[in-house]
């Protein structure tokens, strides 16, 4: 089979490693890949923007591509699948509709509500001055949320009423995001433990994946800006066997039938961030695709043909399939760009990174290949992931990798994996 890979972050180096591996696959294409991707045996990169949707269904026609894996919310909100689907090709990710589940926070926290699905309690504001209003009475902490897509910068956690009202000003007002923050959600602050929970849907039947756990902010210690991710790793002792029933149970499955509801068949990961705490599980956000860098931990520990799966959830053939996980531990530390995720400087070639073994696995995020140098080409630009029989061995062995890797500038957190310890 030729596949085409639609992205170029670690989550999409970890998928085109794990695609290539199976017996079923001929060829990966990765539109636009990076210097990791480029360099995995099968794997060719194709120089295509992941938005450049007409372009994209161009090359999976002209190339005779089997089967379009997309890894980025935007072009799943963009309507991709859509228009592969109406062209006859088979692809797996959500339509433009069920995209809607990232691409806006109050059709999201609709479904939930409709669905009966725990979650914060929540208001929607299209007016600056009403949402003032609701701000200087609420109580504090209070999160503010862009309703469109922004990157991952679109949340605002506030710990005091003047950072709240800052923050209306900023997304409402000046419009730091553009049209994201036209609309806005305000929702009670929920205290617990973040985990993160994927399933594999083919538009009827759902497969779990394992369980994970993503470092958001930027330093250790869960101090500093959010970031798209610093590290994560699988599976996380937070979601215990029963707790893997009660989130299908009482959220996945609700939600899937909410979207049914509404005429909605997901076909695609879906992603749905949690907040735990002793009492109870609700949700934070919802994704229509793979997590990154949750993907890197999470495809290291699967031992199933993973382009087997994806073929049948994109054929809707998913009934009964099983997936076999690595009794280990994998744990992903991303090596980011200083700066990041505001301004950071790129270009810096990067030494180390030829030491892999069976237990070590280098993605790339943002690197670049030239001459025969790679060079940081990101924010976040390496994720080193390695299996360990327990989280502390693969700990040890993943920073130690890490510390024969370098280039101008770059920096990680040291802590990756020991919140519960
Ligand atoms: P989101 O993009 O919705 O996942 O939000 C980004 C991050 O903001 C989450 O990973 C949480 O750390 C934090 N966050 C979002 N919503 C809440 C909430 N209601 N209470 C506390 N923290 C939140
Ligand atoms: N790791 C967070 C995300 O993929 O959104």
């Given at each position: 089979?030729?596949?085409?890979?639609?992205?170029?972050?670690?989550?999409?180096?970890?998928?085109?490693?794990?695609?290539?591996?199976?017996?079923?696959?001929?060829?990966?294409?990765?539109?636009?890949?990076?210097?990791?991707?480029?360099?995995?045996?099968?794997?060719?990169?194709?120089?295509?923007?992941?938005?450049?949707?007409?372009?994209?269904?161009?090359?999976?026609?002209?190339?005779?591509?089997?089967?379009?894996?997309?890894?980025?919310?935007?072009?799943?909100?963009?309507?991709?699948?859509?228009?592969?689907?109406?062209?006859?090709?088979?692809?797996?990710?959500?339509?433009?509709?069920?995209?809607?589940?990232?691409?806006?926070?109050?059709?999201?926290?609709?479904?939930?509500?409709?669905?009966?699905?725990?979650?914060?309690?929540?208001?929607?504001?299209?007016?600056?001055?009403?949402?003032?209003?609701?701000?200087?009475?609420?109580?504090?902490?209070?999160?503010?949320?862009?309703?469109?897509?922004?990157?991952?910068?679109?949340?605002?956690?506030?710990?005091?009423?003047?950072e709240a009202l800052e923050g209306l000003n900023s997304l409402m007002v000046e419009q730091k995001l553009g049209s994201a923050g036209d609309n806005l959600v305000i929702e009670e602050f929920l205290k617990g433990e973040e985990a993160s929970f994927i399933v594999?849907?083919?538009?009827?039947?759902?497969?779990?994946?394992?369980?994970?756990?993503?470092?958001?902010?930027?330093?250790?210690?869960?101090?500093?800006?959010?970031?798209?991710?610093?590290?994560?790793?699988?599976?996380?002792?937070?979601?215990?066997?029963?707790?893997?029933?009660?989130?299908?149970?009482?959220?996945?499955?609700?939600?899937?039938?909410?979207?049914?509801?509404?005429?909605?068949?997901?076909?695609?990961?879906?992603?749905?961030?949690?907040?735990?705490?002793?009492?109870?599980?609700?949700?934070?956000?919802?994704?229509?695709?793979?997590?990154?860098?949750?993907?890197?931990?999470?495809l290291m520990r699967m031992k199933s043909d993973f382009l087997d799966l994806c073929l049948k959830a994109a054929e809707q053939e998913l009934k009964g399939e099983q997936i076999e996980w690595d009794d280990r531990f994998a744990l992903g530390v991303v090596m980011a760009s200083k700066?990041?995720?505001?301004?950071?400087?790129?270009?810096?070639?990067?030494?180390?990174?030829?030491?892999?073994?069976?237990?070590?696995?280098?993605?790339?995020?943002?690197?670049?290949?030239?001459?025969?140098?790679?060079?940081?080409?990101?924010?976040?630009?390496?994720?080193?992931?390695?299996?360990?029989?327990?989280?502390?061995?693969?700990?040890?062995?993943?920073?130690?990798?890490?510390?024969?890797?370098?280039?101008?500038?770059?920096?990680?957190?040291?802590?990756?994996?020991?919140?519960?310890?």
């Open positions: 089979m030729k596949v085409l890979v639609i992205g170029s972050g670690g989550r999409e180096h970890a998928l085109v490693w794990k695609l290539a591996q199976s017996d079923l696959c001929e060829k990966v294409y990765v539109a636009p890949g990076n210097a990791g991707t480029a360099d995995e045996p099968k794997a060719e990169n194709v120089e295509l923007d992941v938005e450049d949707i007409d372009g994209l269904l161009d090359f999976a026609k002209n190339n005779d591509i089997d089967l379009t894996i997309v890894g980025p919310e935007a072009p799943l909100v963009l309507g991709l699948v859509d228009l592969f689907e109406k062209n006859n090709l088979l692809c797996l990710g959500p339509k433009r509709l069920a995209a809607q589940m990232e691409g806006s926070k109050i059709f999201m926290k609709d479904v939930l509500k409709k669905g009966n699905i725990p979650t914060a309690t929540y208001e929607v504001f299209s007016d600056a001055e009403r949402a003032r209003e609701f701000l200087k009475k609420c109580d504090i902490p209070i999160v503010l949320k862009a309703n469109g897509l922004a990157g991952g910068k679109g949340v605002i956690v506030a710990f005091s009423r003047e594999l849907c083919d538009g009827e039947n759902v497969l779990p994946l394992a369980s994970s756990q993503d470092h958001k902010q930027r330093d250790d210690n869960d101090m500093g800006p959010n970031t798209g991710g610093m590290g994560a790793y699988s599976p996380t002792p937070l979601i215990t066997e029963e707790l893997n029933e009660e989130i299908m149970r009482e959220i996945i499955l609700p939600t899937l039938d909410e979207l049914k509801r509404r005429g909605i068949d997901y076909k695609g990961f879906l992603y749905a961030g949690l907040m735990i705490n002793e009492q109870k599980i609700k949700v934070l956000e919802y994704n229509c695709r793979f997590g990154d860098p949750e993907t890197q931990p999470i700066g990041y995720p505001e301004k950071y400087e790129i270009g810096f070639p990067i030494s180390g990174i030829n030491e892999e073994n069976e237990a070590i696995k280098i993605f790339h995020c943002g690197t670049k290949k030239e001459a025969d140098k790679i060079l940081s080409n990101g924010g976040r630009v390496l994720c080193v992931t390695g299996l360990g029989s327990d989280l502390n061995s693969a700990f040890e062995k993943v920073y130690e990798a890490i510390s024969k890797i370098s280039w101008n500038g770059a920096f990680y957190r040291k802590d990756i994996g020991k919140r519960n310890q």
